[in-house]
């Protein structure tokens, strides 16, 4: 009995996976998210957008733009319709991973940077005081801002190319040719 049912365990198994292994799929960068729906931009260059309407949130998790996701999906009734029934994500943004303590201890003066995953910032050994990060449009630059402390009324920008970044390092060139390797602390 107990080999029946271990066999019975087992089949059913190997039916779910390969169910869910015969879900169509489609690849593709993130590039808008809203509760109800996310569009991808495929390899290829196509623009998809998928419903996300009654999904289950574990299956299909909250995206940020930039994010290369896998979304396997299915095609409502009305033919037309794609919604998602299971995201992965393949390549996160940088918006996932610039968030965190970063420390370039390769100059004479060390400089720590802070970046909130709010957006606010702050550093040390900078020569001025930052309160903000954010990314431009194409997700490629890195921009800081904060007051100049000689007028309060004046914001700073600072703009950093984004040479690289993974998970354990952020290398940045500002227009000036100033560069930071940073290490994730």
Do not use: N
């Amino acid at each position: 009995m107990k080999k029946a049912f271990a066999f019975l365990a087992f089949a059913a198994a190997l039916l779910t996976a390969c169910h869910e292994s015969a879900a169509p799929f489609i690849d593709g960068l993130v590039t808008d998210a809203t509760i109800h729906s996310i569009t991808l931009t495929t390899p290829e260059g196509e623009t998809v957008t998928l419903s996300t309407l009654g999904t289950d949130p574990v299956l299909v998790p909250g995206v940020l733009p930039g994010d290369g996701v896998r979304v396997h999906y299915e095609v409502l009734a009305d033919g037309e319709t794609l919604r998602a029934v299971q995201l992965d994500l393949t390549a996160p943004s940088a918006y996932r991973l610039l968030p965190g303590i970063w420390r370039d201890c390769t100059a004479d003066q060390e400089v720590g940077l802070v970046l909130a995953e709010d957006g606010s910032a702050r550093a040390t050994g900078w020569s001025a005081p930052l309160q903000d990060w954010s990314l431009d449009l194409d997700g490629q630059r890195l921009v800081l801002t904060g007051e100049d402390p000689s007028d309060a009324k004046k914001t700073l920008l600072q703009i950093f190319q984004i040479e690289k970044l993974g998970v354990d390092s952020l290398v940045v060139v500002s227009d000036e040719g100033r560069r930071f390797a940073f290490s994730r602390q």
